[in-house]
């Protein structure tokens, strides 16, 4: 069973996607007059928090026009763990079509990725800029679209939960020590990893029929009215009522049905 090779990169894309929600943070800089002299792009950088830091201490010649430039944030993936809180069956499948064929897939398996974002600045108040543009849009989550199985068009919502907040000023050393300003938030991806994509040899669900009876005895009772939907999967949306409302029919029951009422039988 192990060795059939499969690569759905989601890993890789939960990365990116993760690293995109930070890669358009600016700070501004304002005179005594309230006026802005000075916008700046944060720059952003997959790595540990340490390796700028050691940029910063090593640096041979810090009296250089550039050595590293502050602010400047960083992000990188530090664990990945089994969620059993949203656990499926784990024998469940599910077809899906690419426009040609009719995939099939097993459920996909929970889990956590956690990340880690370091916010470096040289002035609290550049710190605190970029910290206030991040800190609102989590309460304490922040959902993300990706589009974890390209082959099949499976998009789902990752939430992106914010779980703590840490700061730290290195201020140590003689003068000639540049100091750094560290904020770390600590976040974790509620993403899913789906097994090999097969070709399956049934059929979509095209149509749903549903009968109502007036009594428990299914054999003897009359039945009184039945629901019938044709519904599209590759063409559905939100808001698709999948033509249920015009594939209605009733046998016995001379009221109209409505999806917002119960219809009396």
């Known amino acids: ?14 990365i990116v996607t993760f690293g995109t929600l930070f890669n358009s943070i600016s700070i501004r800089h304002d005179d005594s007059a309230g006026n802005t002299y000075s916008e700046l792009k944060v720059p952003l950088a997959y790595g540990p928090s340490q390796k700028f830091l050691a940029r910063l201490e090593q640096q041979a010649d810090l009296n250089k026009p550039v050595g590293i430039t502050l602010p400047r944030m960083s992000f990188e993936m530090n664990n990945v763990s089994y969620d059993s809180s949203r656990k499926t069956g784990i024998t469940q499948t599910f077809k899906a079509s690419d426009g040609n064929n009719i995939k099939k897939v097993f459920m996909p398996v929970p889990y956590n990725i956690g990340f880690e974002l370091n916010i470096l600045a040289k002035l609290n108040d550049d710190a ?13 989550s922040f959902n993300l679209t990706v589009d974890l199985v390209k082959s099949i068009g499976e998009k789902r919502d990752i939430p992106i ?7 730290q ?14 904020y ?9 990893l789906f097994g090999p994509v097969a070709e399956s ?33 590759v063409d559905a949306g939100p808001d698709d009522d ?24």
């Open 169 to 182: 000023d290195d201020y140590e050393g003689d003068f000639s020590t540049r100091r750094a300003l560290i």
């Open 128 to 140: 605190l800029q970029i910290v206030e543009q991040i800190l609102p849009y989590f309460q304490p």
């Open 184 to 192: 770390t938030l600590g976040f974790t991806a509620k993403t899913y």
């Open 201 to 233: 040899s049934e059929g979509l669900i095209k149509k749903v029929q549903i009968d109502y009876a007036a009594d428990t005895d299914t054999k003897n009772s009359k039945r009184e009215v039945r629901y019938t939907v044709t519904p599209d999967p």
């Open 1 to 14: 069973m192990l060795g059939t090779y499969y690569y759905h990169e989601i890993i890789r894309k939960t």
């Open 161 to 167: 939960v914010l779980d703590s907040i840490n700061f």
């Open 242 to 265: 999948f033509g249920f409302s015009e594939s209605t029919s009733f046998f016995s029951d001379s009221k109209s049905y409505s999806p917002t009422r119960q219809t009396d039988i």
